[in-house]
């Protein structure tokens, strides 16, 4: 089969948008693995040090971080922001504001704010925030460093970015199966890469981290409907407009089948884990060396 150009795997904004929207009904009756993947970042803050004014969620989703993240940060103003407004609309139900009487006792988290926009254009001034959370939103993305670079900007010096995205392995059965010269994958970054690009964007001392979860399913056609569920369609530039024919979607369920193990067809899934610290930056974007020095530092 030919390969297809680089071209072919950009993303297209607008479908991945409407594919989010479509999915919001039907997003938290099968998001097992963004539940876990997020459950297993929780747990790695608690072996950092952080405590923000702002945090951020971007690429929210229907809001399940959320309520987690303003308990955890009860000082913080916690902001998620999703790129489908429909997936916004079910993560206001999920953080409805507190009691009045909670509010007028002042106990307990503040409520969290909401924000339509894209994660490479976040809506929020330079500096703004101490932790920016990021669960599983990277690999809708066409550069990844754009927008660790963007993160970057809305972090303060000393910020904490958090994240998680899926590896190059993710879907390799998929992958196979559909191989017939069209993308219907998307490409993910890999682990490294990234790591550079987190250093490329401003900050320091990164941690990476990888692992492989599966999902197992009953048929081909339950995995490509869950899959369908969290809005995970093709939403590739380069992707056929026109239907799947029988015929060839019959060759790819036979290709899945033959991969069937102990009565289930597996699904991996590469789950690249990263945080990093917001460093002061070296240079002005115009490539001059920016010198930082303490007037204070020479008094004795």
Known sequence: MPTPPDDAFALDRRAVRRAFSRAAATYDDVAVLQREVGKRMRERLDYVKVAPQMVIDAGCGTGDALPQLAARFPQASVIGIDIALPMLAKAAVRVKPRSWFARLAGTGARTPLLACADIDALPLRAHAAGLLWSNLALQWVDDPARTLAEFARVLDVGGLVSFTTFGPDTLREVRSAFDDG??????????????????????????????????????????????????????????????????????????????????????????????????????????????????????S
Do not use: C, Q
Request: glycine letters at 10%; proline letters at 4%.
């Open 182 to 299: 069209r993308p219907h994958v998307s490409r993910f970054i890999d682990m490294h890469d990234l790591g550079d690009a987190l250093v490329g964007a401003g900050f320091a001392d990164p941690v990476m981290d990888m692992e492989y979860i599966t999902l197992t399913y009953a048929t081909p056609r339950a995995m490509l409907r869950e899959l369908k569920g969290l809005g995970a369609t093709n939403a590739l530039a380069g992707r056929s407009r026109g239907l799947y024919g029988k015929a060839a979607f019959a060759r790819a369920e036979a290709a899945l089948e033959a991969t069937r193990r102990d009565g289930r067809i597996a699904a991996t899934f590469e789950v690249i884990y990263g945080h990093a610290w917001k460093v002061p930056a070296k240079h002005t974007r115009e490539g001059h060396a920016i010198v930082h020095f303490d007037p204070a530092a020479g008094r």
